[in-house]
């Protein structure tokens, strides 16, 4: 299947969004992150090329992995399927940069963004094309400043009326249904998204990659300094099961990689490095660990909170 011209257009916006926020995640961390590009074989499964740029072990982020990938397959996966069944075994085209970010200190959060364009050309008829996205937090030991903030910026990407939308939909896509309990505080979330057209996709994919550093980066820039101990590592090692949890059981983004015949390392670039499971454990109540589950692992509208607690 041929790319059409326009999808020349969202590759180069999105090699170019990968190099910003890299480079804006760069001089927070102060180490450089590795580049490995990959081609896939010509007549396979799944062709295409990609760039994964991440970084171990640095002064700030344990692990942070920002990927391009731009693929095309001959049977869209039934991941991709399900809210379409009349797409089932269309030739397909997909293109994105997906990001997950584990930082060292736990009271930095983990974050993660993922913005995508596919196209379906079935046997016979014309193509579809759609768009996803999103971006949410998810913090270990809960500021209010941060979740308002982080909301903040989300509202003012997408517009009032969509983030009335996209909120309740991140709430409850990033929900772990097994364990009844949110992943973290939520962001915005969309999928299946057509209004506009081509250029109205466009536009919403650039408004939410563009407000990315915004997001993130004064949230790392306040916490990074706080001093922490084995306590608060072995909680949020604890927490982060919760994540492993919901990308291997739950994310479609994980189930269409692995259906479509993905790259597995860039796939599971997403997991964080060290996790921690116990079984039937609960915080002591009074503590910073139980207000994480009291105050934040539940839906509130952060971005219309007042502002409180700003000295945190």
């Avoid at 010509?42 to 692990?63: C, H, Q, T």
């Avoid at 996966?77 to 930082?103: D, N, Q, W, Y």
């Avoid at 939909?169 to 364990?179: G, I, M, P, T, V």
């Amino acid at each position: 299947m041929s790319s059409p011209p326009a999808v020349a257009a969202v590759r180069a916006y999105l090699l170019d969004l990968q190099q910003r926020i890299v480079s804006g995640l760069e001089s927070l961390d102060g180490q450089a992150f590795a580049r490995d590009h990959w081609q896939r074989e010509p007549g396979g499964r799944l062709e295409g090329d990609g760039l994964s740029r991440m970084l171990e072990g640095g002064s700030v982020f344990e692990r942070a992995a920002v990927l391009f990938s731009h693929v095309q397959g001959r049977v869209l996966p039934p991941s991709a399927t399900a809210a379409r069944p009349h797409l089932a075994g269309s030739a397909f085209e997909a293109l994105g940069v997906s990001l997950v970010i584990h930082p060292q200190n736990p009271f930095v959060p983990t974050v993660h963004l993922n913005v995508r364009f596919f196209q379906a050309q079935p046997p016979s008829g014309e193509a579809v094309s759609w768009w996803g996205g999103g971006m949410d937090l998810t913090p270990y030991y809960g500021f209010e400043r941060d979740a308002q903030h982080f909301h903040r910026v989300c509202r003012d990407a997408v517009g009032a009326e969509r983030y009335a939308r996209f909120k309740p939909a991140c709430d409850e896509y990033f929900f772990l249904k097994h364990r009844n309990e949110p992943r973290g505080v939520g962001g915005v979330f969309w999928d299946d998204f057509e209004e506009g057209g081509f250029e109205g996709g466009f536009a919403l994919m650039r408004a939410l990659g563009d407000a990315f550093l915004a997001a993130y980066a004064p949230i790392v820039e306040r916490r990074q300094g706080y001093a922490y101990g084995e306590r608060e590592r072995d909680f949020q090692a604890y927490r982060r099961g919760r994540y492993v949890e919901f990308n291997l059981v739950w994310d479609r983004g994980t189930l269409f990689g692995l259906q479509s015949g993905g790259r597995t390392e860039s796939i599971l670039l997403s997991m964080p490095p060290e996790v921690k499971w116990r079984y039937q454990w609960a915080p002591e109540e009074g503590t910073p660990e139980a207000r994480l589950y009291a105050d934040f692992l539940r839906p509130r509208d952060w971005a219309d909170e007042p502002a409180t607690h700003l000295w945190l």
